[in-house]
């Protein structure tokens, strides 16, 4: 089955402590992108990766950090995270260049993150 | 800052009524997506809307891009309680190409 797989689904953490979100996907797509979603505010785009080795911010960057090493995986790391990181995260991809007004993203089933 | 803006945030009606769900902007969009989250899952496309004017079906849901390219409104006709999610409306920026979300508005509908 086509799908993004986000891990963990859940999870509960303190205030500095590292921790690091993966996402794969087995679709061959090469533009990959993580968003955080608040009540309120939609979904906001924190980083994407047109293809492997190119990553770049998006519009809530800040305390975050991403690689793409494989094709499949964009893992979401969070340094020395923050309640104001507190958010549910997903994952999404896409074939090619995500500018086409045709192409669709597939999303994640998210991940709820809490900082204490 | 590009902004699109949900109207309503939040819908509570009962089976059988009619809603329509506005996203509003005043940039303009080469295309303009819906689509509906459910609880403890990602969003998933509905529709992609490209042409102004454009009308799209979907069963009961009707989707329409404004002839300016700027709005797009979302009917769903007879809802049922399998409709209640999240909808969200995302638009693709003519200018920078990027995909911008909407807030969304939350639909639930009672039997």
């Known amino acids: 089955e086509a799908q993004v797989t986000q891990n963990p689904r859940y999870l509960i953490t303190v205030t500095g402590k590292k921790l690091t979100v993966t996402c794969s996907q087995n679709?061959?797509?090469?533009?990959m992108s993580w968003y955080r979603q608040d009540p309120g505010l939609g979904l906001r785009q924190i980083y994407y990766?047109?293809?492997?080795?190119?990553?770049d911010k998006g519009d809530v960057p800040e305390g975050y950090k991403v690689s793409r090493k494989e094709k499949r995986n964009f893992p979401l790391i969070l340094e020395s995270p923050s309640p104001n990181q507190t958010s549910l995260y997903f994952c999404?991809?896409?074939?090619?260049?995500?500018?086409?007004?045709?192409?669709?993203?597939?999303f994640g089933a998210g991940s709820r993150l809490t900082v204490l | 800052t590009q902004l699109l803006e949900q109207s309503p945030q939040f819908l509570s009606i009962q089976e059988g009524e009619n809603l329509t769900v506005y996203c509003n902007s005043s940039?303009?969009?080469?295309?303009l997506q819906w689509y509906r989250q459910e609880p403890g899952e990602g969003p998933v496309l509905l529709v992609t809307?490209?042409?102004?004017?454009e009308v799209k079906k979907l069963k009961r849901l009707t989707f329409q891009f404004g002839d300016a390219r700027k709005d797009s409104s979302l009917h769903i006709t007879a809802a049922q309680p399998g409709d209640t999610g999240l909808y969200l409306c995302?638009?693709?920026?003519?200018?920078?190409?990027?995909?911008?979300f909407g807030q969304g508005t939350t639909l639930q509908v009672k039997p």
């Open positions: 990766s047109m293809n492997v080795e190119v990553t």
């Open positions: 809307v490209v042409t102004g004017g």
């Open positions: 995302a638009g693709r920026s003519s200018n920078t190409g990027k995909l911008i």
């Open positions: 940039s303009v969009f080469s295309s």
């Open positions: 679709m061959n797509h090469e533009y």
């Open positions: 999404a991809s896409s074939y090619g260049d995500s500018r086409s007004g045709a192409n669709v993203l597939t």
